[in-house]
């Protein structure tokens, strides 16, 4: 008889809408900021020159949005909460409110807002959830809209 290990994260029948996930923080660095501009060849001045950037709208250098919202997504998985359940990753609609600089932490909170069995495909189906980058001043940086397919429970 071959032995399965349940995973650590959620099956889709585990999620409930309004459920709220919380995750732990990061701070973004210096090297973080460097580090992205160098893997994604965007050296815009903004992210790169602290001088130049002081005379922009945002005072100063930022980070990457893209970069912010790469940590989110680690943040998501560290959370475990969909960690050996996810299937597909169908869907991230990001607005971007709010500056982040090196030296902030930010955080995920996550709201579950639709949980959807698939008809055709019982083993199976999409939750959808509203997921709010904060910063350490409690500011919404990013908000993102987020569809995932996940695996359902096994029937025993």
């Not at 650590?8 to 029948?13: F, I, S, W």
């Not at 210096?30 to 005072?59: C, K, Q, V």
């Amino acid at each position: 008889m071959e032995k399965t290990t349940r995973p650590a994260g959620r099956y889709l029948d585990e999620f409930a809408v309004g459920d709220i996930i919380e995750t732990a923080g990061r701070t973004v660095t210096e090297a973080d900021i460097a580090f992205f501009a160098g893997l994604s060849g965007d050296y815009n001045p903004l992210h790169t020159n602290e001088e130049w950037a002081r005379n922009t709208a945002m005072g100063g250098r930022i980070a990457h949005g893209l970069l912010v919202a790469s940590i989110a997504s680690g943040l998501r998985m560290q959370s475990r909460m969909t960690e050996g359940t996810a299937i597909a990753l169908l869907e991230i609609c990001e607005s971007f409110l709010a500056p982040t600089r090196a030296g902030d932490t930010v955080r995920c909170k996550i709201t579950v807002t639709e949980v959807k069995p698939s008809r055709s495909k019982p083993d199976r189906g999409i939750v959808k959830y509203d997921c709010d980058v904060i910063n350490q001043k409690e500011q919404v940086v990013i908000h993102q809209k987020v569809s995932v397919m996940l695996r359902r429970k096994p029937e025993t």
